[in-house]
């Protein structure tokens, strides 16, 4: 069974920095791209960051602020927050598309991690 488990969240003040890890447990054959969504009461889940095999796409709102880097070797994923603002709180959740044998491909979906940056 594949499981997702983020850490790194909490809380900081508005200019701050945070860095989520998001590390994939299970019997995996390849992990094609890995992302960072976030989401908010009453919005819809967006989009912050992803990556693949050698490409990485932000968010507008986040673009030169947040940094998404992976370790394949370590089957995890980062993202570097820098210069926090408060409408970056969130509940942040990784996302892994996983190829597994005798599986197929699809998405895998972490559980959450708080983030909140005060005022």
């Known amino acids: 069974q594949v499981q997702l488990v983020e850490s790194g969240g909490g809380l900081v003040q508005a200019g701050g920095s945070l860095r989520l890890s998001c590390s994939v447990s299970?019997?995996?054959?390849?992990?094609?791209?890995m992302g960072w969504y976030r989401q908010t009461p009453g919005k819809q889940r967006e989009l912050v960051a992803g990556i693949d095999s050698g490409s990485t796409n932000y968010a507008d709102s986040v673009k030169g602020r947040f940094t998404i880097s992976r370790d394949n070797a370590k089957n995890t994923v980062y993202l570097q927050m820098n210069s926090l603002k408060p409408e970056d709180s969130a509940v942040y959740y990784c996302?892994?598309?996983?190829?597994?044998?005798?599986?197929?491909?699809?998405?895998?979906w972490g559980q959450g991690t708080q983030v909140t940056v005060s005022s």
């Open positions: 996302n892994a598309n996983i190829f597994r044998l005798n599986y197929g491909t699809r998405d895998y």
């Open positions: 299970g019997t995996i054959f390849r992990i094609n791209a």
